[in-house]
T-cell receptor, first 118, second 111 residues
Framework: NAGVMQNPRHLVRRRGQEARLRCSPM?????VYWYRQLPEEGLKFMVY????????ESGMPKERFSAEFPKEGPSILRIQQVVRGDSAAYFC????????????????FGAGSRLTVL | QQQVKQSPQSLIVQKGGISIINCAYE??????FPWYQQFPGKGPALLIA?????SEKKEGRFTISFNKSAKQFSLHIMDSQPGDSATYFC??????????FGQGTRLTINP
C-alpha cells in the first residue's frame, strides 16, 4: 500500500501563475481532505471531497482556489493567479470514513506539496 | 468557533526525560482526540488517540491523559529519545466531521 501520494513535492511559481497540486488517496479510500500549513502554524482545513462531489469547502478561500476529485484520477487542488501569501505546504489526507458515517474519522496524510510563490 | 489550543509552542527535553504537551478544547461535542507526529518534510502521522470515556491511554512510551471536566488533554512521552524530536499536533473531531488541529509543538530532545 503506497499510502497517500502527493505531487509535486515542491512547486515554485511566480505571482499570477497557476498552481496545480495532485493527490491520490490510499487504496480503498474514497474521502479526500486538503489542509494548508503555513510556516510555524498548524493545519487548517480547506476542503473535503468524495468522488465527483465537494462535500465541505468551508475552509477554502472564495476566490482563486478550487478543488476536484474526478471519477477517475487524483484529486486536484488548483490555485489561480497565485500570490506570495499562498506560499505554504498543502497536505492531502484520505480516510475510509467520511462525514455522516459513524466511527472515528482517522485521516492518513500524504507528504505534502510545498508551494513557493516568488 | 471550534478551537483547540495547544501549548507550549516549543519544548526542549533532555534524553530520558518526560515530554508533556497540553491541549484544551471548547466544544464539548468533540468525541475523538488524536495526536499526530510530523517530522520535517513529511506529512503528519497518527500517533495515538483517545475517546472522552476514558481518562488515560498508553501505547509504549506515549500516554494520553484526558480530563473531560476541564476540557483538557495531554500527551506524555516517557524516556524521551532524540528520535522523538518532531512537531506534535493535537486534534479533535466530532463524529466523523473534519479534524480541528492545535497549533503544534516543536519538540527537541537533546542527547
Amino acid at each position: 500500500n503506497a499510502g497517500v501520494m502527493q505531487n509535486p513535492r515542491h512547486l515554485v511559481r511566480r505571482r499570477g501563475q497557476e498552481a496545480r497540486l495532485r493527490c491520490s488517496p490510499m487504496k480503498g479510500h474514497s474521502h479526500v481532505y486538503w489542509y494548508r500549513q503555513l510556516p510555524e502554524e498548524g493545519l487548517k482545513f480547506m476542503v473535503y471531497l468524495q468522488k465527483e462531489n465537494i462535500i465541505d469547502e468551508s475552509g477554502m478561500p472564495k476566490e482563486r482556489f478550487s478543488a476536484e476529485f474526478p471519477k477517475e484520477g487524483p484529486s486536484i487542488l488548483r490555485i489561480q493567479q497565485v500570490v506570495r501569501g499562498d506560499s505554504a505546504a498543502y497536505f492531502c489526507a484520505s480516510s475510509l470514513l467520511g462525514t455522516g458515517q459513524s466511527g472515528a474519522n482517522v485521516l492518513t496524510f500524504g507528504a505534502g506539496s510545498r508551494l513557493t510563490v516568488l | 468557533q471550534q478551537q483547540v489550543k495547544q501549548s507550549p509552542q516549543s519544548l526542549i527535553v533532555q534524553k530520558g526525560g518526560i515530554s508533556i504537551i497540553n491541549c484544551a478544547y471548547e466544544n464539548t461535542a468533540f468525541d475523538y482526540f488524536p495526536w499526530y507526529q510530523q517530522f520535517p518534510g513529511k506529512g503528519p502521522a497518527l500517533l495515538i488517540a483517545i475517546r472522552p470515556d476514558v481518562s488515560e491511554k498508553k501505547e509504549g512510551r506515549f500516554t494520553i491523559s484526558f480530563n473531560k471536566s476541564a476540557k483538557q488533554f495531554s500527551l506524555h512521552i516517557m524516556d524521551s529519545q532524540p528520535g522523538d524530536s518532531a512537531t506534535y499536533f493535537c486534534a479533535a473531531v466530532k463524529g466523523a466531521q473534519k479534524l480541528v488541529f492545535g497549533q503544534g509543538t516543536r519538540l527537541t530532545i537533546n542527547p
